[in-house]
């Protein structure tokens, strides 16, 4: 059985013809024979895509001690194969919230937000049997009352190249909150307080026995192959993270400075892991200034790094969000750019969607799981016409 299992892998691994005949019999392997990630198989990936593995998810939260915060964490993570099938099928981000006023109102949301725009289906299965680990993790960091399931698109990715993502709701600095009008601040001080929550989180799923992790998600993640992602507010938490806690690898930063006047508490000289950024060009969000400040940040970055550029994109197109609410219609339809003023149309939020997963994953999967394939694609995600990269070695 085993040797039946290696080679229905490979097979599945040729191409999307023969999954569904790959899955059906897959589905009958004992996790353990189910191999991941290897350096053949790295070898032949390719990088511009989804990778072979299903994408799994589990909600589950933990209390921290030393805040008292209870957080609402989600981990995306590879599956068995026998979970490709629901994931395929996709679920409501909805459900992503408890039963509830809560998720109603999300779900209303949802349906009222323009398709074109708003990502609001994901596409991995809820509590689907993990393969097995340990697996790299990237712990994620959601915008300015956004949420845990803003990149979730991203995360499926990560997923299904072996690589897992934990996201947590930053409690008071949701997208609910803000809704209700009861958001936590954009501040110096809560800075420091979401930074403890991703550390917190990172704690939780490296702890091999966390009673609140689902227990056969227990002891999968790697501590010894950990980043950190973040978007907006997110991503100056995560360069805080990446300055301060040790056990991060490798960080990569969506649509905002990490060092900047604004948020106090981040030196980008001093994050001394590969990292990279991700800039849209018409931020109307961060404007001019602070695609200004990114460049300037990069600058400041050790290296190795990496800067991504996109045009057409507004803050909120690389989220599943974009257009979901007034305040993230930046990035979804028409806009003015904030280079000069001129109407124009965002870059589709799709396609947007997918340059930022292909960015992302590729470079963890370099980091994370030393698939040095994927630099190439790092390096020209494509559309050519489109995306502009820049990279700067280590000295």
Same mark, same amino acid.
């Given at each position: 059985?085993?040797?039946?299992?290696?080679?229905?892998?490979?097979?599945?691994?040729?191409?999307?013809?023969?999954?569904?005949?790959?899955?059906?019999?897959?589905?009958?392997?004992?996790?353990?024979?189910?191999?991941?990630? &290897?350096?053949? !198989?790295?070898?032949?990936?390719?990088?511009?895509?989804?990778? !072979?593995?299903?994408?799994?998810?589990?909600?589950? #939260?933990?209390?921290?001690?030393? $805040?008292?915060? &209870?957080?609402? *964490?989600? @981990?995306?993570?590879?599956?068995?194969?026998?979970?490709?099938?629901?994931?395929?099928?996709?679920?409501?981000?909805?459900?992503?919230?408890?039963?509830?006023?809560?998720?109603?109102?999300?779900?209303?949301?949802?349906?009222?937000?323009?398709?074109?725009?708003?990502?609001?289906?994901?596409?991995?299965?809820?509590?689907?049997?993990?393969?097995?680990?340990?697996?790299?993790?990237?712990?994620?960091?959601?915008?300015?009352?956004?949420?845990?399931?803003?990149?979730? @698109?991203?995360?499926?990715?990560?997923? #299904?190249?072996?690589?897992? *993502? @934990?996201?947590?709701?930053?409690?008071?600095? $949701?997208? *609910?909150?803000? /809704?209700?009008?009861?958001?936590?601040?954009?501040? #110096?001080?809560?800075?420091?307080?979401?930074?403890?929550?991703?550390?917190? %989180?990172?704690?939780?799923?490296?702890?091999?026995?966390?009673?609140?992790?689902?227990?056969?998600?227990?002891?999968?993640?790697?501590?010894?192959?950990?980043?950190?992602?973040?978007?907006?507010?997110?991503?100056?938490?995560?360069? *805080?993270?990446?300055?301060?806690?040790?056990?991060?690898?490798?960080?990569?930063?969506?649509?905002?400075?990490?060092?900047?006047?604004?948020?106090?508490?981040?030196?980008?000289?001093?994050?001394?892991?590969?990292?990279?950024?991700?800039?849209?060009?018409?931020?109307?969000?961060?404007?001019? +200034?602070?695609? %200004?400040?990114? +460049?300037?940040?990069?600058?400041?970055?050790?290296?190795?790094?990496?800067?991504?550029?996109?045009?057409?994109?507004?803050?909120? #197109?690389?989220?599943?969000?974009?257009? +979901?609410?007034?305040?993230?219609?930046?990035?979804?339809?028409?806009?003015?750019? /904030? !280079?000069?003023?001129?109407?124009?149309?965002?870059?589709?939020?799709?396609?947007?969607?997918?340059?930022?997963?292909?960015?992302?994953?590729?470079?963890?999967?370099?980091?994370?799981?030393? %698939?040095?394939?994927?630099?190439?694609? +790092? @390096?020209?995600?494509?559309?050519?016409?489109?995306?502009?990269? &820049?990279?700067?070695?280590?000295?």
């Amino acid at each position: 059985m085993v040797q039946l299992c290696a080679v229905l892998g490979r097979l599945q691994r040729v191409g999307a013809a023969l999954a569904v005949a790959a899955v059906l019999l897959l589905g009958s392997c004992d996790e353990a024979e189910l191999p991941g990630p &290897t350096a053949a !198989t790295l070898a032949a990936v390719d990088w511009q895509l989804p990778g !072979t593995f299903a994408a799994g998810h589990a909600h589950f #939260s933990a209390q921290d001690p030393q $805040t008292g915060r &209870t957080l609402a *964490m989600t @981990l995306w993570y590879p599956a068995l194969d026998s979970a490709a099938a629901a994931a395929l099928e996709g679920v409501s981000l909805a459900t992503f919230l408890p039963e509830g006023p809560t998720r109603t109102a999300l779900a209303g949301l949802l349906q009222k937000a323009p398709a074109a725009c708003t990502g609001a289906t994901g596409h991995s299965a809820e509590n689907a049997a993990p393969r097995q680990g340990p697996w790299p993790v990237v712990v994620y960091s959601h915008c300015h009352g956004c949420t845990r399931f803003s990149a979730a @698109l991203t995360a499926e990715r990560l997923a #299904s190249h072996g690589i897992a *993502m @934990l996201a947590v709701d930053h409690a008071g600095n $949701t997208l *609910m909150e803000a /809704q209700a009008g009861v958001v936590a601040p954009l501040s #110096s001080a809560f800075l420091q307080v979401r930074a403890r929550d991703v550390r917190f %989180a990172l704690d939780v799923i490296l702890d091999p026995a966390h009673p609140q992790v689902p227990a056969a998600l227990r002891g999968h993640s790697d501590a010894k192959r950990v980043g950190v992602c973040g978007h907006s507010f997110g991503a100056v938490t995560a360069g *805080m993270v990446a300055q301060t806690d040790p056990r991060i690898a490798a960080a990569w930063f969506v649509a905002a400075p990490v060092q900047n006047p604004l948020l106090a508490g981040v030196d980008a000289s001093q994050i001394k892991v590969p990292a990279g950024f991700l800039l849209a060009r018409e931020d109307n969000s961060i404007t001019a +200034l602070g695609n %200004a400040l990114i +460049l300037d940040n990069f600058a400041k970055l050790p290296g190795p790094a990496w800067l991504v550029e996109v045009a057409d994109a507004g803050h909120w #197109s690389f989220s599943e969000l974009a257009g +979901l609410v007034p305040e993230f219609a930046a990035g979804c339809g028409a806009g003015e750019r /904030q !280079t000069d003023g001129t109407p124009f149309v965002y870059l589709d939020n799709l396609l947007a969607r997918q340059i930022a997963a292909k960015a992302i994953s590729a470079f963890f999967g370099e980091q994370l799981l030393g %698939a040095t394939a994927a630099r190439a694609t +790092l @390096l020209a995600p494509g559309p050519s016409a489109v995306v502009t990269v &820049t990279a700067k070695p280590k000295p």
